[in-house]
């Protein structure tokens, strides 16, 4: 297949990387740990400034100083993707345009939130950033942030825009992804955004997946990430034996618990995070550490 808008170098494991910070401040000797951590157990891709990377906490300093850095890191083995969605239609081309000044294989584009535009708002303000930027932009659709979704409608409408090269797919709901691949062109990218039905998705015909647990687990997740693309079912079988970790992932918000998990793993020097998001509570804390002896993570 031939795929013109760079969807073809996206798939597979894809993590939306924590922002480590230490006293207020961006920990890079935590990022460069993390990423190799990430590298060695066979990640293909990550997001930057994503929701797990706390994006309305980080200012566009930090956040182009942090892309340069990983991007440094990776030194072109993975993709590097950049968060740039907004609720404001401006600063969102204003965002996605430095994505393409910083040369990010794609620019990830949140569903507008708090504003509740219609469905035809969503394709004009999609429309209006794709046509602002030579960066590739993947559709975020994440209702439980937003409150409203992309409807699969919609999604197809902005699938023949030339630079919209793909979705990530977060509302749960597998009809979705059946519904796109079904739909949509063949080269049109479909990540799922959503690390409990991640494997379902992918077997229903997606491209992989953009994860938090893959922090966590990640050559466990690129294995059966890999057989589920190949459509071995017994993926979905398997990635159930993951269940209470996963579920402990959502015992407080994204990315609270995954961050602490990093810090009792070794990985990130704190699990600090910025306000108005507080680190895990002391309950959370028995409960996440307990998972992780489990799993045998710690």
């Avoid at 509740?116 to 429309?127: A, D, F, N, R, S």
Wanted: proline share 5%; charged share 25%; with cysteine.
């Amino acid at each position: 297949m031939v795929k013109t808008n760079g969807s073809d170098k996206i798939s597979g494991v894809v993590t939306a990387l924590v922002t480590p910070f230490n006293k207020g401040r961006i920990d890079y000797a935590s990022v460069k740990k993390l990423i190799q951590h990430q590298l060695d157990n066979g990640i293909q891709g990550f997001v930057v400034n994503g929701t797990t990377g706390e994006s309305p906490t980080l200012d566009w300093d930090e956040i182009e100083k942090l892309f340069k850095y990983v991007k440094s890191e990776v030194d072109n083995e993975v993709p590097v993707i950049l968060g740039t969605g907004s609720n404001s239609t401006k600063s969102t081309v204003r965002a996605t345009q430095l994505a393409a000044k910083l040369k990010a294989d794609a620019a990830l584009v949140v569903c507008p939130y708090y504003n509740k535009p219609t469905q035809e708002g969503l394709v004009q303000h999609y429309q209006t950033v794709a046509r602002s930027s030579k960066c590739p932009i993947i559709l975020y659709n994440v209702p439980g942030r937003t409150v409203i979704s992309i409807n699969p409608e919609t999604t197809i409408k902005l699938a023949k825009e030339k630079n919209i090269m793909g979705i990530k797919e977060a509302s749960g709901h597998i009809e979705n992804a059946e519904y796109l691949h079904r739909r949509a062109p063949k080269n049109f990218l479909l990540m799922s955004g959503d690390d409990s039905t991640c494997v379902d998705f992918i077997l229903a015909g997606g491209a992989g997946v953009i994860s938090v647990i893959s922090h966590i687990i990640p050559a466990q997740l690129r294995k059966l990430s890999d057989a589920a693309r190949a459509g071995d079912i017994s993926a979905r079988s398997e990635y159930f034996k993951f269940k209470e970790l996963i579920e402990a992932l959502s015992m407080e918000p994204n990315p609270t618990p995954v961050k602490m998990m990093l810090y009792m793993m070794g990985i990130i020097k704190s699990p600090e995070l910025r306000l108005p998001m507080l680190e895990a509570s002391r309950g959370s804390c028995m409960k996440i550490k307990n998972t992780l002896k489990k799993f045998e993570l710690m």
